[in-house]
């Protein structure tokens, strides 16, 4: 699916990839969740997250996480409170560092408390969504806190390709399990 560029393919790509990863999720074998994700020999996964997330829980806490920085974000500076997306001190050199953080938050996160706000937040993220009409979410120069690119991008970002993200890594331990 193309990345989406309207209102209309951003929800539907969002709830479409949503329930994929639900989906897949409930098929996950109990040897599956209970096998630390390991893939320190795959010489093709060298992006941090790789190493970092271990299990089920901190996949949905990292997507739990990108939920809460689009609603952070946008909430503050309909406000008027100028912030930008990514909290201080962190920049897009340096998120791989709040990612790291956010792990380190929820290492005693549940995965069922994890699956809630999970699924709270993906809520909450759609219904803000809804609120803009196609031309807010994707015209560039709408509103000035969002920069050079549209605020419908960061709502994809946070929504449909990071949860693409989440399956293909998913998908990934599922493989390793297998082939022991």
Not at 16 to 34: P, R, V, W
Not at 66 to 73: A, D, E, I, P, T
Not at 85 to 101: I, S
Not at 127 to 140: D, G, H, I, P, V
């Amino acid at each position: 699916m193309p990345r989406p560029m309207t209102k209309n393919d951003l929800m539907a790509a969002a709830k479409e990839n949503y329930e994929k990863l639900n989906e897949f999720i409930s098929k996950i074998t109990e040897e599956e969740l209970n096998t630390p994700f390991d893939f320190s020999k795959d010489e093709k996964k060298k992006e941090a997250h790789w190493k970092r997330d271990k299990n089920l829980r901190d996949v949905l806490i990292h997507l739990y996480e990108w939920h809460q920085l689009v609603l952070n974000w946008v909430h503050s500076n309909q406000k008027g409170e100028e912030k930008p997306f990514l909290p201080y001190p962190y920049n897009w050199k340096t998120y791989g560092d709040m990612n790291v953080e956010f792990w380190k938050k929820h290492q005693k996160t549940s995965l069922e408390e994890a699956t809630k706000m999970f699924h709270k937040s993906h809520s909450d993220v759609l219904q803000l969504a809804e609120t803009f009409t196609n031309e807010e979410l994707f015209s560039k120069g709408v509103y000035k806190w969002v920069g050079g690119s549209t605020l419908g991008s960061y709502f994809v970002s946070a929504t449909a390709s990071h949860y693409d993200w989440a399956i293909k890594k998913l998908k990934a331990h599922q493989k390793k399990c297998k082939s022991k």
